[in-house]
């Protein structure tokens, strides 16, 4: 059974700096993974979606990469704003499966 | 813009009534899926859909049914609500036609449901 975990549960960070958000699942049989921020009482929003092919991608400031076989994806902000500051959780799709598996999130603060 | 739509922000119901709460989505996606959210817990998948009158279940279906009768429209029935269903309820919609299975996950704006 797939399981993903995201650490740390939560982050605080002054603004401007780089920060990097980790996320890991257990079986690496998988058909991609997607990043998404969710504000609070709202629903998710996607950032980014690697194939399982893919090693990265990039959208603006953000940059995710994937390493299939030791389990682990990255989610890298660049210059961080106060506007980045919500939940970003990971999930994996496995293969032959519908569904996504999430991770339990990470609360990401940017303090101005 | 991909837009997967849900009927309400805000609902709040009493117990033994029941319930449903309804997902739209405008992408022509085969599946399509309700999630609920709870602190501590995450995001735990009920129920999807894969086509037309297709449904299977999820994780956490028990006291709750689907329908799905157009290809756009995927609604969650509560059938005699109870407090322990309140929570954040997600609906989301992937494209999953032949070999297009690598293909984002989008969710509506959640339906916060409270059942006193």
């Known amino acids: 059974k797939q399981e993903v975990t995201q650490i740390p549960a939560a982050l605080s960070v002054p603004e401007g700096e780089n920060l990097v958000l980790n996320c890991s699942f257990t079986?690496?049989?998988?058909?991609?993974l997607q990043w998404f921020r969710q504000d609070p009482g709202k629903g998710l929003t996607s950032l980014l979606l690697?194939?399982?092919?893919?090693r990265e991608q990039t959208s603006g400031r953000l940059n995710a990469s994937l390493d299939k076989s030791s389990g682990r994806s990255t989610l890298y902000i660049a210059a961080s704003q106060p506007g980045d500051s919500a939940t970003y959780l990971c999930?994996?799709?496995?293969?032959?499966?519908?569904?996504?598996?999430f991770g339990q999130g990470t609360r990401l603060t940017i303090n101005p | 813009d991909v837009k997967v739509t849900q009927s309400s922000r805000y609902l709040v119901k009493r117990t033994g009534e029941k319930v449903f709460l309804e997902c739209v989505q405008d992408m022509d996606h085969e599946n399509m899926f309700w999630y609920r959210q709870d602190p501590g817990l995450g995001l735990r998948l009920i129920y999807f859909s894969y086509d037309v009158k297709m449904k299977e279940k999820g994780d956490i279906p028990e006291g709750y049914s689907v329908s799905r009768e157009k290809k756009e429209r995927f609604s969650l029935i509560l059938e005699s609500a109870s407090t322990n269903q309140t929570s954040m309820y997600l609906c989301?919609?992937?494209?999953?036609?032949?070999?297009?299975?690598?293909?984002?996950?989008?969710f509506g704006q959640g339906t916060r449901l409270t059942v006193v």
């Open positions: 079986d690496s049989a998988i058909y991609n």
């Open positions: 690697i194939q399982s092919s893919q």
């Open positions: 999930a994996v799709r496995g293969q032959g499966a519908q569904k996504l598996v």
């Open positions: 989301a919609s992937t494209l999953d036609r032949g070999r297009t299975r690598n293909t984002e996950a989008f």
